[in-house]
């Protein structure tokens, strides 16, 4: 029988070499109280920059031999949220591979033979191509929560810098994917610096509230959300941080996947739906708070207009025609034109549909 085993990812201490085994070996033996276990620890890194990489799932793998005496392969795995991991009481006297998967990528393996209370470091190397990414953000006061513009912000190692706009905003592109350091630059905030993980097709987006250099020099705190590539380029999450209309977004639609536009579209409060299914299903849509009776929105799907096929007796359209359920990536929906932005015009309203081939 395998020995048993109890993961404990770090949260501290920080990376940058402080590993000190005694503690890692008094941690696991508080949670874990066996005598004389073996612990494996370490950190997953870039294999270019040798910077932690957030975000990474550890594998950890070994034969076992059941009551039978038959063996079979026996493998545990967990997330890091920080780049850092520790297996406790792993299993001795037989071979152990670890590997780690970061950034759409698999690490190297590491195979090795632990014996009774040893205490072993294995660092988990990914290498991380020469692809590229992007990196796009806001600079926030944090007292003021007011945008801090003319901020230089750049890598080091690569050519992405740039300064922020008067909202505070600012995109770096032809980033290299893997773990960077941001560094920020303002002569009222000091020079901070933000650990960030660049993947391929995924824009990271940082929220950055700084505190002036009399307060303190570090930042604050740190928001990274990941951004869909394509919604980024077509200002998707600019329209959202604005909030003139009401959003459906990817993350939503991961969470509750739907088989219909309609179904999408019942979770927004500015929608008013009515569903006719025969002989096939249709819907009357009209705006919340709309005087307009009768009066259906413009349709727009990844960016272009589409035509409407309505029933002219009582305004029933078929949203089937569109787009079905599962290609749905994130939804916009603007109440009339005050609200609609000049490329989604609809004298009634507009509803914009974004589909996950429109990433392709």
Do not use: K
Not at 87 to 111: I, K
Not at 215 to 226: F, G
């Amino acid at each position: 029988m395998a020995a048993p085993w109890i993961i404990l990812l770090a949260s501290t201490p920080p990376l940058a070499g402080q590993f000190d085994p005694a503690l890692i070996r008094a941690r696991c033996e508080v949670i874990h109280q066996i005598e004389n276990q073996s612990i494996i620890y370490g950190a997953i890194i870039d294999g270019r920059t040798g910077m932690p990489l957030p975000g990474s799932r550890v594998h950890l793998e070994w034969n076992a031999r059941d009551e039978a005496g038959q063996v079979f392969q026996n493998r545990v795995a967990a997330d890091s949220d920080d780049g850092q991991y520790i297996f406790c009481d792993v299993p001795q006297d037989t071979r152990l591979t670890a590997w780690a998967d970061a950034l759409g990528l698999t690490s190297l393996r590491v195979a090795f033979d632990l014996d009774g209370g040893e205490t072993v470091r294995e660092d988990l190397r990914v290498i991380v191509q020469q692809v590229l990414g992007a990196v796009s953000g806001r600079l926030l006061d944090d007292t003021t929560e007011q945008p801090i513009r003319g901020a230089t912000v750049r890598i080091p190692g690569t050519e992405a810098q740039g300064l922020t706009d008067s909202d505070g905003r600012f995109r770096l592109v032809d980033v290299p994917v893997g773990a960077h350091e941001l560094v920020v630059q303002h002569v009222a905030y000091g020079e901070p610096t933000v650990d960030l993980a660049v993947s391929q097709a995924i824009s990271t987006h940082a929220v950055i509230r700084l505190a002036p250099r009399a307060i303190a020099v570090e930042p604050i705190s740190v928001t990274i959300t990941a951004r869909r590539q394509w919604l980024e380029d077509n200002e998707f999450y600019h329209r959202l941080e604005r909030q003139l209309g009401s959003f459906v977004t990817p993350e939503e639609i991961d969470r509750q996947p739907h088989r219909t536009l309609a179904e999408v579209l019942r979770t927004v409060p500015a929608v008013n739906l009515r569903q006719r299914c025969f002989p096939h299903c249709q819907v009357q849509i009209e705006m919340a708070g709309s005087t307009m009776r009768g009066c259906i929105p413009t349709f727009y799907v990844d960016g272009r207009r589409v035509h409407q096929l309505t029933d002219p007796d009582d305004a029933m359209i078929d949203l089937d025609t569109f787009v079905v359920g599962p290609e749905i990536a994130a939804v916009e929906v603007y109440r009339g034109v005050s609200e609609s932005p000049p490329q989604f015009y609809g004298r009634c309203g507009s509803i914009v549909v974004w589909t996950r081939r429109g990433a392709r």
